[in-house]
């Protein structure tokens, strides 16, 4: 066997993205040969420097990509962020520290650029904490049995004077884009999304072989303002009574105004022979259940981590974000040869906030992962001290901590990635 040393970790050319992808499938578990018309649609994907890999004997073995990504702050600032994707290492190479050296060729490149944070979604928990990431939002996915749900039967389309309707996949690239955009300004948590996005999810690039149209809603205002958007699946499922038992699945919903979601969840709730919708992706305080007269229909099928970020620069994380209350607190972030680790102190106010290293006694004393599980407001520094992740040196500075960062909804990223 290859000694770890010998194997080259290094960006990929584009003649070896083919090799690359053989070997992304293979580490996810999926057929390892890539089509061309995929592997034609994935390099749009491509982009010099960004893709990584680790070569044994010329043949690739480990991926990693990463590309340019924003994501929302407290407050609604686009943060730059160094989006990490694609992670595997093939099954015989497990455990003999490739994605240690992959983690951190990209994220020194990604504090080179001056990207703020790093952001993924992680397959599994244990795997990225050692690299500083902590899980920042929260995923909530609920069922909603229709039928006990209570919704009027009669009820035909939104109340408001909105209407919805279906439209295909050419007018939600059309409409998609600026819409999401409204969203992610007011939606903490939130992360573009590029064309490639929105190419992909409406079969105009084909990632995977088996691609089918979903149903797309979109809702307006009565004023005629695009407001909301939805992409849905039903399934064919009849129960032996011969009554319709159709489960509508929600693959992404988004909604700029509380009308919007209302107006959208209630249509899903509302489509003949749909007796179930799984609702994808939810913030945890997500308007859905309380929008039936009976929220007990709907019931949480999963809720788990979401969206991890990577503090880069702890002073422009810090000063990018709005707080609940003004304030002053020193955090001393424990980092080990990482950018985040020092005292920092964090002086808050209505004008905005200022973050400068400092010399003075800390506050608190915390991890880089906790400090990003605090950035975007959806954790507690009152529970993490708990739990014994979070060091007070002062009497109250976690119950402080709470009123400045958290916030009055919780962050949600819509999107995985
Ligand atoms: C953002 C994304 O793309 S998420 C997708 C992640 N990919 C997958 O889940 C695909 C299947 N899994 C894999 O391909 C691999 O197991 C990976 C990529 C998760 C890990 O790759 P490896 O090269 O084995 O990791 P590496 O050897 O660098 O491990 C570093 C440390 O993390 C630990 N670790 C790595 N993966 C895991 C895991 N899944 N669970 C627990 N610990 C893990 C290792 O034990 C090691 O710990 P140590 O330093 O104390 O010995």
């Known amino acids: 066997m290859t000694s770890r040393a010998e194997i080259d970790v290094r960006p990929i050319t584009e003649a070896e993205f083919p090799d690359w992808n053989r070997a992304l499938n293979t580490g996810f578990l999926q057929e390892p040969v890539v089509a061309e018309e995929q592997l034609r649609a994935r390099r749009h994907q491509f982009v010099p420097g960004r893709l990584l890999g680790a070569f044994d004997?010329?043949?690739?073995?480990?991926?990693?990509?990463?590309?340019?990504?924003?994501?929302?702050a407290?407050?609604?600032?686009?943060?730059?962020?160094?989006?990490i994707s694609n992670v595997t290492v093939s099954p015989t190479h497990r455990r003999r520290g490739l994605l240690g050296r992959m983690m951190a060729r990209d994220l020194a490149a990604a504090r080179e650029r001056g990207d703020v944070v790093a952001t993924l979604i992680a397959a599994e928990y244990p795997i990225y904490g050692r690299y500083g990431f902590g899980p920042a939002t929260t995923m909530t996915e609920w069922s909603v049995d229709v039928p006990r749900a209570g919704l009027d039967p009669r009820r035909a389309g939104p109340a408001d004077g909105g209407r919805i309707d279906l439209v295909d996949g050419e007018d939600v690239r059309k409409l998609?884009?600026?819409?999401?955009?409204?969203?992610?300004?007011?939606?903490?948590?939130?992360v573009s999304r590029n064309e490639v996005w929105w190419r992909v999810r409406t079969g105009a690039l084909r990632f995977e072989k088996e691609w089918t149209e979903p149903f797309f809603a979109v809702y307006r205002s009565a004023a005629g303002e695009v407001e909301g958007m939805a992409a849905y699946r039903a399934d064919d499922h009849w129960g032996d009574a011969k009554q319709p038992l159709n489960t509508a699945t929600v693959q992404w919903l988004i909604g700029t105004t509380p009308a919007a979601e209302r107006a959208l969840w209630l249509y899903l709730c509302s489509i003949d022979w749909i007796t179930r919708v799984r609702s994808g992706w939810r913030a945890p305080d997500d308007l859905l259940p309380h929008l039936l007269p009976d929220p007990r229909a709907a019931t949480i099928v999963t809720q788990a981590d979401w969206l991890w970020v990577r503090i880069l620069d702890v002073v422009r994380a810090l000063e990018a974000r709005t707080y609940g209350a003004p304030g002053t607190l020193v955090l001393e972030v424990v980092d080990p040869g990482g950018p985040a680790g020092g005292r920092w102190r964090l002086e808050a106010s209505a004008e905005g906030a200022s973050c400068t290293a400092t010399a003075e006694g800390a506050d608190l004393v915390l991890g880089?992962?906790?400090l990003a599980t605090l950035w975007l407001g959806d954790e507690s520094a009152v529970r993490?001290?708990?739990?014994?992740r979070v060091r007070e040196e002062r009497a109250g500075a976690a119950r402080m901590a709470d009123a400045l960062l958290r916030t009055s909804r919780r962050p949600w990223c819509p999107d995985m990635f």
Do not use: I, M
């Open 368 to 370: 880089a992962g906790e």
């Open 384 to 388: 993490l001290a708990a739990l014994g």
């Open 57 to 72: 004997a010329g043949r690739c073995v480990a991926t990693f990509r990463s590309f340019a990504q924003e994501v929302t």
């Open 176 to 190: 998609g884009p600026e819409l999401h955009d409204r969203l992610r300004r007011g939606q903490p948590g939130a």
């Open 74 to 83: 407290v407050g609604g600032a686009p943060v730059p962020a160094d989006a």
